[in-house]
């Protein structure tokens, strides 16, 4: 199977983290530009399976980093994971309820991506954000 285009990855990686955050727990995360932009800047470089996706960027063009994976994607459709805006909080959610997590994962077109791997990416964008700019299940 040929590589994915620069639309794929950043589509599988916007998938990858929505679920990746139900994983940890995560009900929403902020809409803060500033915020998120840091906190991607500062831990896409160190995620161990950055290098599956190389049209995904760290850096400040938004036709490359955070603001083409993190996004009001609610109308997505046969999606493993998505993202909708509400006010000022991005919520996460999976397009099928009734599917594990695992099994949502199975949409993705990367494979080679685990839950562990995407739960860690979203761990570490968590870590540079403030606790006001999370909010957690339950």
Known sequence: MPG??????IKTVGEGLAIGFLNLGVRAITTNKLAVEHAWRMQ????SKRSTFPSVKADLDINHGYGQVIHDSDRRMN?????????QWFYPYRWDK??????CLTLCR???????EWTDLARLLVEELKDDEVVYAG
């Not at 994915?4 to 990855?9: E, G, P, R, S, Y």
């Not at 009734?98 to 099994?103: A, D, F, I, N």
């Open 110 to 116: 990367e494979k080679s991506v685990s839950l562990e």
């Open 4 to 9: 994915l285009n620069k639309d794929q990855q």
């Open 44 to 47: 896409w470089r160190d995620w």
């Open 98 to 103: 009734t599917w594990s997590l695992e099994e």
């Open 79 to 87: 999606t493993a994971g998505a993202f909708k805006r509400e006010g």
